[in-house]
C-alpha cells in the first residue's frame, strides 16, 4: 500500500473514533412521565346508570263541598249567537203639506191690469190696452205714448169688417224700445206690420217716471180698425 492510502486510513479512523467519543451511545430522548394522563378503558356494562330524579309531588287543591262544578263545553261544538229582534218602527205619518200662500209663492209674471186713459176709453184707437205691470199708474205717461203711436200709424188697407191686431212692446227706464211683437195677428199681413211699424216708428217714447221701481215697462197694445180713418 501507498504512503498516502495509508495515511488516508488512518486520518479517518482517527475522525470517526473522535465522533464516537464526543457523543453518548444512548440516543433516545428522555421522556417526562409527569406529564402523560393516565386513561382507564372501560366496558359499557361496567358504568353504572346515574340515578333518576325523584319526582316532585304537587299538592292538589282541596275542593270544597259546596263548590259549584262548572260544566266544560265541547271544543268541537260552536254555539250561535241567538238574533235578537229589533222592534219594529212604525212609520212616521206623512207630514201635513203647509198650505202655500198667494204672498209666499212669488209670480213669475207680473200682474196685468187695463190701461184706463182717454186714449183707452170706448170708441178709441187703443181701447183695451194692458199694461204688464200693476205698479205703473202714471195716466200722462200713457197719453204722451199712445198720442205718438197714433200720430205714427199708416193704414193702407181697407177692410168691410174691422181688423184687430194686438201688438206686445217693451220699454226701459230711458224710453227706449227693446222688443215688440204682434200677439195678436188681424189675419191680414199688411195691417200687422202697419201696426209695428208704428210703434217702431215712435220710438224712443217718454221716459219712465223716476219713482217707478222696475227696470222694464210692458204693454199690449190693440189696434182696430173701426177707431181710425185711412
Not at 133 to 162: G, L
Request: net charge negative; hydrophobic share 35%.
Amino acid at each position: 500500500m501507498s504512503k498516502s492510502l495509508l495515511f488516508s486510513i488512518m486520518l479517518h479512523v482517527v475522525a470517526v473514533s473522535a465522533a464516537l467519543l464526543s457523543s453518548p451511545f444512548d440516543h433516545r430522548k428522555k421522556m417526562d412521565f409527569g406529564e402523560v394522563i393516565k386513561v382507564s378503558l372501560k366496558s359499557m356494562s361496567d358504568i353504572q346508570k346515574a340515578p333518576e330524579p325523584a319526582p316532585i309531588s304537587v299538592p292538589q287543591p282541596k275542593l270544597q263541598d259546596d263548590a259549584l262544578e262548572i260544566p266544560l263545553d265541547d271544543p268541537r261544538t260552536v254555539k250561535t249567537k241567538k238574533e235578537v229582534k229589533k222592534p219594529e218602527e212604525k212609520p212616521k205619518p206623512p207630514e201635513e203639506k203647509k198650505q202655500e200662500t198667494s204672498a209666499a209663492t212669488p209670480t213669475t209674471q207680473p200682474s196685468e191690469k187695463e190701461i184706463e186713459t182717454k186714449t183707452t176709453d170706448v170708441g178709441q184707437m187703443f181701447a183695451g190696452a194692458i199694461v204688464h205691470s200693476n205698479t205703473f199708474d202714471y195716466p200722462y205717461w200713457y197719453d204722451q205714448a199712445f198720442s205718438k203711436i197714433k200720430s205714427n200709424m199708416r193704414n193702407t188697407v181697407s177692410s168691410d169688417s174691422p181688423l184687430i191686431c194686438k201688438v206686445y212692446f217693451e220699454v226701459i227706464q230711458s224710453g227706449r224700445l227693446i222688443t215688440f211683437k204682434v200677439v195678436e195677428s188681424s189675419g191680414i199681413p199688411q195691417f200687422d206690420d202697419a201696426c209695428v211699424s208704428a210703434i217702431e216708428r215712435s220710438a224712443p217714447f217718454p221716459p219712465l217716471p223716476r219713482s217707478f221701481q222696475e227696470e222694464i215697462l210692458g204693454i199690449s197694445l190693440p189696434f182696430s180698425t173701426a177707431t181710425f180713418e185711412n
